[in-house]
């Protein structure tokens, strides 16, 4: 009699080829599905488990993801999304790369980690370039060329510089493509084209860029999919109306669930287990959203071993308690039962460490010079309270002895501090609709460049602010009345922590209710903030050279006309 490792019985075994479920026995060997049956006796194990009224789904794939985004090192996050039932996920590095250029990257691929964690080669470091923005490393070609060679790398991620893709002169991420293509034609290259449609749309996928994960709306959903498009839909895009343009047109071939950005507080609450279940409560069939958060995304990358329970797939799967809320009951991971990460932590090098080189903050730092007058007409960067999308606003702001007298204005004074001593650049910002009591956030976790932000309505409580995150070496701090009310420290390249992920969401939560005690309303409080400094999201955002009109890329002065 042949022997397996693991025999699995009577239960629910979704079949991905025929999107629904049916009652089968499954065997396993060395890591893979050997045989699945209606009744197996052929084989023997001396594991055999009864998994009768259990559902059985292959284990969840994210395509779309930044282990930065939460906030800690690749060795924390396996152990906290693997519980999710999350086996592989495709992480986009760029975050590490800004500050620490592929030197970065090349930590997070030697990471060992029981998930099975892919990259792909950032495209956008900086998002935009060197006039715009000052990171602490940067992305160039032969980088491009060296990142290519190892497998773990399996796309390109998400390019973003709309208006370098589709000059008509060489730039750096059209090498950079022309260089992937040459390598690897069939290499994915992923897209980063919020409000892009239109004549814009079509260069950017005749450029090559065929996906997009970015907010999307049911017009849009509808417009890049017939183009051509794989849309990678996260959760602040699922709603009735997204959903319904999704089930109704029938797309499932064309997308696929991602999570992009789960902070450490959140990512202990679930990771894509909970995009899905959100999927399936506003209207999609739960066996189309396992659909198409395993096989599609699966095949979108190339993953083809994997993303479904079959004959010679890797066996990486979830068992399930109840089919209608997703309830999990446990996870396997290469055939094994995941009960937790016993692997080797990260050693990261000592100036990693040490990457916060700013000046400390003076008094006068948060005065606002002007020539004028009476009142003076003010740009001012609004806040979106429901995404991450900024308008310009025009506020007109009283002069008092050459000051802009903005702490009597309702309005929060916003500075990025070039932190790379690269420059000593200092860049100043109004913003509406941010913090509405007296009191200051400070932080190095800011998309993409990562220099250090600091925003608050109170001099004295900006500057304890600012200085403290120059002695954290990177995190994040808010400040009322001179006294710190919470902080998260980011040690390694002041972004991420290293230690254990459990306290990091302990001090992230707090960190998101001290804003909320300011006054800070938002759906995510702490990703809104952190992306004030993104120059490539719409409409206008600020970096350390300044407020920049994110389509045209032309800086935008505090004073208007």
């Keep these: 009699m042949e022997y397996v490792d693991l025999i699995i019985k009577n239960s629910n075994v979704y079949n991905t080829f025929l999107q629904q479920f049916e009652i089968k026995d499954i065997a396993i060997l060395d890591g893979k599905f050997y045989y699945i049956s209606n009744n197996i006796t052929e084989l023997k194990s001396k594991k055999v488990i009864d998994y009768k009224d259990k559902y059985i789904i292959p284990g969840f794939i994210d395509i779309h993801m930044h282990i930065e985004s939460s906030m800690t090192v690749p060795s924390e996050f396996s152990k906290m999304a693997l519980p999710c039932g999350v086996t592989t996920v495709v992480a986009d590095p760029h975050e590490i790369a800004n500050v620490l250029g592929i030197n970065g990257i090349n930590y997070f691929l030697s990471s060992e980690t029981t998930l099975d964690i892919f990259y792909g080669i ?123 343009t999704l089930v109704e047109n029938n797309f499932y071939e064309y997308f696929a669930f991602v999570t992009d950005d789960v902070m450490a507080d959140r990512l202990k609450e679930g990771h894509l287990n909970k995009v899905v279940k959100k999927a399936v409560d506003l209207g999609m069939p739960i066996n ?40 999990i009951k446990e996870v396997y991971k290469n055939g094994n039962l995941y009960s937790g990460e016993n692997i080797k932590k990260e050693n990261f090098p000592s100036y990693v460490y040490n990457t916060v080189k700013c000046k400390k903050a003076v008094l006068e730092d948060f005065e606002i010079n002007t020539k004028k007058t009476g009142y003076v007409t003010c740009n ?26 903005w702490e009597e204005s309702g309005l929060s004074l916003l500075i990025v501090y070039e932190r790379y001593n690269k420059n000593g650049n200092k860049a100043y910002a109004l913003v509406d609709g941010a913090i509405n009591k007296k009191g200051a956030i400070a932080t190095t976790w800011a998309h993409d460049h990562h220099n250090l932000m600091v925003m608050g309505t109170d001099k004295n409580d900006m500057l304890i602010a600012q200085h403290k995150i120059v002695d954290m070496q990177g995190g994040y701090v808010v400040c009322k009345n001179q006294e710190v009310l919470a902080k998260a420290v980011l040690n390694v390249g002041g972004i991420v922590n290293d230690g254990d992920i459990n306290q990091l969401a302990s001090d992230i939560k707090n960190v998101r209710k001290a804003m909320n005690d300011l006054g800070y309303e938002h759906i995510n409080e702490i990703m809104s903030f952190s992306t004030l400094s993104l120059p490539v999201s719409p409409e206008i955002k600020i970096t350390d050279f300044g407020m920049i009109d994110t389509k045209t890329q032309q800086f935008i002065n505090i004073e208007g006309e």
């Design 122 to 244: 950032p495209s956008s470091v900086p998002s935009t370039n060197n006039n715009l923005e000052t990171t602490g490393g940067a992305i160039l070609e032969k980088d491009v060329i060296e990142l290519l060679k190892n497998p773990k790398v399996i796309c390109l991620g998400e390019v973003m510089n709309f208006k370098d893709l589709i000059s008509k002169d060489e730039t750096l991420i059209k090498n950079i493509i022309k260089i992937c293509k040459e390598s690897k034609p069939y290499l994915p290259i992923e897209g980063h084209c919020p409000k892009i449609t239109g004549l814009d749309l079509a260069k950017f996928i005749y450029a090559g860029v065929d996906a997009d994960h970015t907010q999307q709306t049911p017009e849009s959903i509808y417009e890049k999919i017939t183009n051509g498009m794989f849309l990678e839909i996260q959760s602040k895009s699922i709603n009735k109306e997204t959903i319904k």
């Design 380 to 405: 001012v960067i609004q806040i979106n309270k429901e995404g991450n999308f900024t308008k310009k606003i025009v506020k007109n702001l009283p002069v008092k002895n050459g000051k802009i007298l």
């Design 288 to 327: 189309k959203a396992i659909y198409c958060a395993t096989y599609t995304p699966a095949r979108r990358m190339n993953l083809f071993d994997r993303g479904s329970v079959a004959v010679g797939k890797i066996a990486d799967f979830i068992v399930l308690d109840n089919l209608e809320n997703l309830s």
